[in-house]
């Protein structure tokens, strides 16, 4: 019987990017305050993948996290004049993805669509390492995981996708999420024990 861990199988679907120093990062942000378009692109390249992460995560399907993500930085664009400095950006983003893709969510569950498929069609590429085996492989993990994080309450999948995937620290968590972070630690904790039961049962 495999054993499937939740930290090796995020690995698969999560997608690093550089972060920007701070500095370059607080100039970006103002020419987009000033309305820089090739500012608010060069945002995009950066927080793209991470934004769709979070969005992946919570809804489980490749064109809606696709859509959430456009969604994203279009309110990013529109509300960047509203950021004042006082919390670190790509909290404040993460806060905007998270609750869109919770928004459409509900959308989702009030037409009664609430059913998630993986997307067969997704194309993996192959990097160095990769043989063919590696991609199966990942990609059945893959959807293991979301199977599974798609039973999980939508506190538990949000916290999980926030802290595993995208790595962010207790006290952005507390920011993003609105709660404390003893609240955070302890919701965490619920979230991976429940996690680890379906994956237990899933693998039986």
């Not at 869109?100 to 997307?119: G, H, M, P, W, Y």
Request: hydrophobic share 35%; aromatic share 8%.
């Amino acid at each position: 019987m495999q054993t499937y861990n939740i930290f090796s199988i995020t690995a698969f679907i999560s997608k690093k990017t550089a972060p920007i120093i701070d500095q370059h990062e607080i100039d970006l942000i103002k020419r987009c305050q000033n309305r820089d378009m090739q500012a608010m692109e060069e945002i995009v390249r950066q927080y793209e993948n991470q934004v769709y992460n979070i969005a992946y995560g919570i809804l489980g399907s490749f064109d809606d996290a696709q859509d959430i993500t456009q969604d994203v930085f279009v309110s990013v664009w529109e509300k960047i004049g509203q950021f004042k400095f006082r919390s670190k950006f790509s909290t404040w983003l993460y806060r905007i993805a998270k609750n869109l893709s919770l928004n459409e969510k509900s959308r989702r569950i009030r037409q009664k669509t609430d059913a998630v498929e993986i997307d067969d069609s997704q194309k993996w590429v192959l990097v160095d390492h990769q043989t063919p085996e590696d991609v199966i492989l990942a990609s059945e993990q893959q959807q293991i995981l979301h199977k599974a994080l798609e039973q999980l309450k939508e506190s538990y999948r949000t916290i999980l996708v926030l802290r595993e995937m995208e790595e962010l620290s207790y006290e952005d968590l507390s920011r993003v999420l609105g709660c404390s972070i003893g609240r955070v630690k302890s919701r965490l904790y619920e979230a991976r024990m429940q996690l680890r039961k379906i994956l237990k049962r899933e693998n039986q």
